[in-house]
Nanobody, 124 residues
């Protein structure tokens, strides 16, 4: 079972930045499409950003385009989400996910493994 562990969440002021990391133990992420999702209570989980196995194809939700960047480092077996110009509406639990698909559809149903999440709070 592929286990994903997120880190890097926390409290940040509006306009600030955070970088989330997601690492896997015992399995290599090199062969999986990867993504970051977020969820607030009472709402569906939203696909924020996804990246293909090659890293050449990425997807971003309209709400984060130009502010968030997803990247993967296969040598480090890690996927990152750099979040800049954070807004209060970015507050959510952020989840890392992996897919057997090389270029996953960036929706919950397109992913096969999930981390437990890390909380991001954007507030002054």
């Amino acid at each position: 079972q592929l286990q994903l562990v997120e880190s890097g969440g926390g409290l940040v002021q509006p306009g600030g930045s955070l970088r989330l990391s997601c690492a896997a133990s015992e399995f290599t992420l090199q062969y999986y499409g990867l993504g970051w999702f977020r969820q607030v209570p009472g709402k569906e989980r939203e696909g924020v950003a996804c990246i293909s196995v090659s890293g050449r194809s990425t997807y971003y939700a309209d709400s984060v385009k130009g502010r968030f960047t997803i990247s993967r480092d296969n040598a480090e077996n890690t996927v990152y989400l750099q979040m800049n110009s954070l807004k209060p509406e970015d507050t959510a639990n952020y989840y890392c996910a992996a897919s057997f698909s090389e270029e996953p559809v960036c929706r919950s149903g397109g992913m096969d493994f999930w981390g437990k999440g890390t909380l991001v709070t954007v507030s002054s």
